[in-house]
């Protein structure tokens, strides 16, 4: 919205592309709908360890097909294969995730926002 | 006293990147981009994902620039209004004290996130939802006896994806048929060094989300938001082939820091002072820097929504003449309808003094041309305003 010099971490949609020609409507709508699976962000709930706190960064790391979460290279949540699937499809087109830990009502969460 | 709109003296001395980076810089979109446009970009074009912007490597640019006939500002627009007046109310989701409101404001606005529902906040980010929907509680029976004007606002989440199903949903035959006095142009962003083509298709997605409306027979107001002195020539040019044209505005809501208002004063007053026909709607201007308008204040109008937002914290305004400040005061007791009122009322005072104070100002000199152009071949005067 507007204009100025930032833009909102929040606020950073993957534009699709429009369907001007019935030829390429199939290989255009594929791409839009592999955008749409690329969700925005995500949490993860973590656990409360003594090495983790509000503002640190985590990682993904793919282990045996299954995402995980890791800080200093120790594990501390594995992502569903839901997610794994998605952040594996998303990485073919650019799209990665950035992730840090959060403090919501006293619960740690890792939370990713998508990046490209 | 000097302004600076914005030095990229740091940039152009790296010319091997600038001018290997952005294809505008190569000429591949001349006559409608020159080629020195590129010398403000200093990200990357590169955007396979296509985040945020359209930049001048997508793949599939040729499809974005045909929906809205290419980079030509040739579009003819005749929406003509008569005498707005300075002070515009914004309201929120709901339209509460909408009907108690003075009738010293026979025009408020609305934005388009308060009117659709398309996106949701999760995880700390905006999603957007498969569907838009209209929010119940807008019609033009709950405008009452005002004008309302749609401000064509929000996350940019929720812009993109009004454009993109525009036509899935017939989105703009139903806001076309809400009743709204006048609709704003899409407020596309334009955010400072990114790509240059980014620029010049967000404002031509905007302008022609303008003339989608006018064919639906709404009057509309351009929005014309501008980086640079490219930008605003551009829209000067327009403006002038279009003399129907009399309002346009442009959302400040992004401007938060001195360098970005200096940048934005310094648009606003070049594109006052070479049409001197055209009133601008600053929506969200930050009111301590008016004075800076001097005279040109006169076709300066101001939507302005913090009133309603400190109502809704329970904050009443009161503007103290003696010393020109408005004050704000913690009110629990008295109710949001009354509290929305007072404190538009008293903005508004505010508003009339400091536009007084702004015509009165000494420092201001109207003689001169507010903005020296910047000269590519001696890298001199980038966007400097005059020496007062």
Not at chain 2, 90 to 109: H, K
Not at chain 2, 126 to 137: A, D, L, N, Y
Not at chain 2, 153 to 175: A, N, Y
Request: glycine share 4%.
């Amino acid at each position: 919205m507007g204009s100025g010099s930032n833009r909102k971490d929040k606020d950073q949609p993957l534009i699709k592309v429009p369907i001007t020609d019935e030829f390429d409507i199939d290989s255009i709508d594929l791409g839009n709908a592999l955008i749409d699976r690329c969700i925005a962000s995500f949490d993860v709930k973590v656990e409360k360890l003594k090495f983790i706190y509000p503002g640190i960064s985590v990682e993904l790391r793919n282990s045996s097909g299954m995402y995980v979460v890791s800080i200093l290279g120790n594990d501390i949540a594995v992502l569903n294969k839901k997610l794994s699937t998605m952040i594996d499809e998303c990485s073919q087109i650019g799209i990665k995730y950035k992730g840090i830990i959060i403090e919501e009502s006293e619960v740690y969460f890792a939370r990713f926002l998508r990046t490209a | 006293m000097r302004y600076i709109l914005r030095d990229f003296s740091e940039q152009l001395k790296n010319q091997s990147f600038l001018f290997t980076n952005c294809d505008v810089a190569k000429g591949n979109f001349l006559p409608h981009i020159l080629e020195e446009e590129a010398s403000t970009v200093f990200n990357t074009c590169d955007n396979p994902a296509r985040k945020n912007i359209i930049t001048c490597k997508d793949i599939h640019l040729s499809k974005f620039l045909a929906e809205v006939g290419g980079l030509s500002f040739d579009l003819k627009l005749s929406s003509t209004f008569e005498d707005l007046p300075f002070y515009i109310p914004v309201f929120g989701r709901e339209l509460t004290g909408l009907s108690d409101l003075s009738n010293e404001f026979p025009v408020i606005a609305t934005s388009l996130v308060n009117i659709l529902d398309g996106i949701t906040l999760k995880a700390g980010a905006f999603h957007e939802k498969s569907k838009i929907t209209f929010r119940r509680s807008i019609s033009r029976q709950s405008f009452g006896n005002k004008k309302v004007i749609l401000f064509n606002t929000g996350p940019d989440t929720l812009i993109e994806s009004v454009w993109h199903k525009r036509d899935k949903f017939k989105l703009f035959d139903e806001i076309s048929k809400l009743g709204f006095y006048a609709i704003g142009g899409l407020n596309f962003s334009l955010i400072n060094g990114e790509c240059s083509l980014s620029h010049v298709l967000n404002q031509k997605r905007s302008l022609y989300s303008c003339y989608l409306f006018e064919q639906r027979g709404s009057l509309v107001i351009p929005h014309t938001y501008s980086l640079t002195i490219s930008h605003v020539k551009r829209w000067v040019n327009w403006l002038r082939a279009n003399p129907n044209i009399n309002y346009v505005t442009i959302n400040c809501q992004l401007q938060t820091s001195h360098s970005d208002m200096t940048q934005l004063i310094q648009t606003t007053k070049y594109l006052l002072y070479y049409t001197p026909h055209v009133h601008i709607i600053l929506q969200g201007f930050q009111f301590s820097y008016i004075k800076h308008f001097g005279h040109l204040v006169d076709r300066l109008h101001f939507a302005d929504m913090s009133p309603f937002k400190k109502a809704q914290s329970h904050q009443r305004l009161k503007f103290n003449l003696k010393d020109n400040k408005l004050e704000i005061i913690h009110d629990a007791k008295e109710s949001l309808t009354n509290l929305i009122n007072i404190n538009f009322s008293e903005r508004y005072l505010y508003l009339k003094q400091l536009r007084n104070l702004s015509k009165t100002d000494p420092e201001f000199d109207l003689t001169q041309k507010p903005i020296k152009v910047y000269n590519f071949k001696t890298k001199r005067g980038v966007l400097y305003k005059r020496e007062a």
